[in-house]
Structure formats: C-alpha cells, structure tokens
C-alpha cells in the first residue's frame, strides 16, 4: 500500500514538472537544479556563477530553504530576480513549489534560471521540478566516501562540483581515486574542482554553464 501511494505523489509531481518544463521551453529558458548537503556551498556556487555570467546571461535564482530567507538576502544583493520558497519543513523541492516560484519571474526576461535545492542529498533526486541540468556539489571537507554513501545523486547528476579545493592541503580527500569512483557511477558527468571561496576553478565551471545554455537554445 504505502509504495503505491508514493508512486502517485511522484507521478503527479512528474505531471507538473512536466508543465513547467514546457513554460520554460516557450520562453527558451535553461533552467539548473542545484543539489548538495547542508554548508556544500550551494548559495557560494550559485553567486560565483551570476558574477561570471552576468555581462552575457540573463539570470534568476530560486531559493528553497526550510525557513529562513538567508541565502535569497545575499542572492538579492547582486541585483538579480530572485525568489524565495520556504517548504515549511519539507526537505525537498518539488514541481508545484517551482510552479509558484516561477509565476512570480520575468520569464520573458530570463536565459537562466538557477535553483537552490534544500540541503539533502536523497530525496531532491526522487522530485523532477522541471528542470534541464541537475548539479551537485560534494565539498571536499565532507570526504572522499561520499559516492559510495548517496549513490543515487552520483548517478542522477549532469556535474559535479568538488567545491572547496583551497582547504586541500588539511584534508585527507584522494582526487584522482574520488573523480574515478564518480566516473565509474557516472560515465557521462562533468567534473569540475573549485574553490567558491577563493574562485579558482568557477571560470571554468561559468564557462559550461554558458555553453550548456547554447546548446539548449539551439
Ligand atoms: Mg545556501
Ligand atoms: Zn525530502
């Protein structure tokens, strides 16, 4: 009984990713889902990129949280629409959120809309919002064992994002053995190894986004 009831959220879930995925088609509108743990450098990854692209790339943010408006607050701050849903507890976002999120932007105004997904590293996976590119971040503080404990988002995922490369030298985190581990999930993905604090490595991170942005305009 419960696995069918599930089944059904996540089917009607699917219905109304689907109906934002053609909105945001008519108005040739990329949109990235954005997905790490709690302090990966979601919010730090997402103003990297609008610093990057700004001249070029008419961009947005949505902004999931479970309470506060923290992350929206610093996101406003660079001057670009922005919009906060607080999923009251829920540790996911999900396709009405996004609904509701975008009724209030400027689509005909946007390129890119970029989304930052509750800390959670399960179940975000599990609730298509409607999205074109799905991104995670695995900050190399957390440990080089974070594929073998959330495979499911490895898998799932079009980049990954080591953030936090400048704290390196004090960590125990084996690069070449985690990047084969993650290819070997995911032969497909896109790695890439930044510091959001520092920007080392967010040109070139900028510089997919903008090249995935072409592709999905053609
Ligand atoms: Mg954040
Ligand atoms: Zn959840």
């Not at 408006?69 to 849903?85: G, L």
């Not at 919002?129 to 440990?143: H, K, Q, R, T, Y």
């Not at 974070?146 to 960590?171: H, M």
């Amino acid at each position: 009984m419960k696995v069918s009831v599930i089944k059904d959220i996540l089917s009607a879930n699917d219905e109304i990713a689907l109906q934002n995925r053609q909105l945001l088609d008519k108005h040739g509108i990329c949109v990235m889902n954005v997905m790490a743990s709690p302090g990966g450098g979601k919010t730090s990854l997402i103003l990297r990129t609008i610093d990057a692209l700004r001249d070029r790339v008419r961009i947005a943010v949505v902004e999931g949280d479970i309470a506060s408006t923290v992350d929206a607050d610093r996101v406003a701050k660079k001057s670009v629409p922005v919009v906060q849903i607080n999923t009251g507890g829920q540790c996911h976002l999900d396709a009405p959120m996004l609904r509701l999120a975008l009724a209030k932007l400027p689509l005909a105004d946007l390129d890119l809309v970029m989304i930052e997904n509750v800390g959670n590293l399960i179940c975000p996976v599990d609730f298509k919002l409607g999205e074109n590119l799905n991104v995670m971040i695995a900050s190399a503080p957390e440990g080089d064992d974070k594929p073998y404990k959330y495979p499911g988002i490895f898998i799932a995922v079009d980049a990954v994002v080591i953030n936090k490369i400048d704290l390196l030298p004090y960590l125990r985190f084996d690069m070449p053995a985690f990047r084969k581990l993650i290819l070997g999930m995911n032969p497909d993905v896109h790695i890439f190894e930044v510091s959001c604090e520092t920007g080392q490595g967010t040109e070139d991170w900028a510089e997919w986004v903008a090249q995935q942005i072409q592709t999905k305009l053609k």
